[in-house]
């Protein structure tokens, strides 16, 4: 089995992208294939010890799911089952994809939703990322620290950073993941 698994949701398809761009830097014994949150269960989630979980931020501030108009179901309708899962001990980095012009008040506020649950539940949170170079008048993801409590990417607005802050951010997390970059 991998020691890496890889959960996204997704709406239209980019965050399930930036997914792809993840596993493909790593072989299938240090990471699992993406998993859309709409297409697994909860004994998949908690069988990894690290976890990367990916997400983005939809309307108001939404997570992916049914009630943010969404197609099929993700975020929303997952995280109550996997509510009960202990995670202590596990680490998460965590992904988020917002759109910073035409949501500022808002900005990849599901990461931080994502960051809560997790934490909540005893998981340990790595992959920090600095506000620098970004536009934005608020988020739910900044932490008490200052920074994103995970990798923000604007795929609208900023899509040529993209595969810089990514390979950044996974040199950042290496060493809590002991991964071999």
Same mark, same amino acid.
């Given at each position: ?7 996204? #949701?997704? %709406? ?5 992208? *930036? ?8 072989? %299938? =014994?240090?990471? /699992?294939?993406?998993? +859309? ?6 004994? /998949?989630?908690? =069988?990894? $010890? ?20 969404? =197609? +099929? ?7 109550? $089952? ?16 917002? %759109?910073?012009?035409?949501?500022? @008040?808002?900005? *990849?506020?599901?990461?931080? =939703?994502?960051? @809560?649950?997790?934490?909540?539940? #005893? ?11 970004? $536009?934005? +008048?608020?988020? $739910?993801?900044?932490?008490? %620290? ?10 609208? +607005? ?24």
């Amino acid at each position: 089995m991998s020691r890496i698994g890889l959960f996204f #949701g997704t %709406d239209t398809g980019k965050t399930r992208k *930036v997914a792809k761009m993840i596993k493909k830097k790593f072989d %299938d =014994e240090v990471m /699992a294939s993406p998993l +859309n949150v709409n297409r697994t269960d909860a004994s /998949a989630f908690a =069988e990894y $010890e690290y976890l990367i979980i990916g997400s983005p931020t939809l309307g108001e501030g939404l997570l992916p799911g049914l009630s943010a108009d969404c =197609e +099929n179901e993700s975020w929303e309708e997952f995280l109550p $089952e996997i509510d009960d899962i202990d995670l202590t001990g596990k680490t998460v980095a965590i992904y988020g994809l917002g %759109d910073q012009v035409g949501y500022p @008040d808002e900005f *990849v506020d599901a990461m931080g =939703e994502l960051y @809560d649950f997790v934490t909540e539940r #005893g998981a340990k949170v790595v992959g920090s990322w600095p506000t620098d170079g970004y $536009e934005f +008048n608020h988020s $739910e993801a900044v932490g008490e %620290d200052g920074k994103f409590v995970g990798l923000a990417l604007d795929l609208d +607005n900023q899509s040529n950073l993209t595969e810089e802050r990514l390979n950044a951010w996974l040199g950042q997390i290496a060493p809590d993941f002991d991964l071999p970059l």
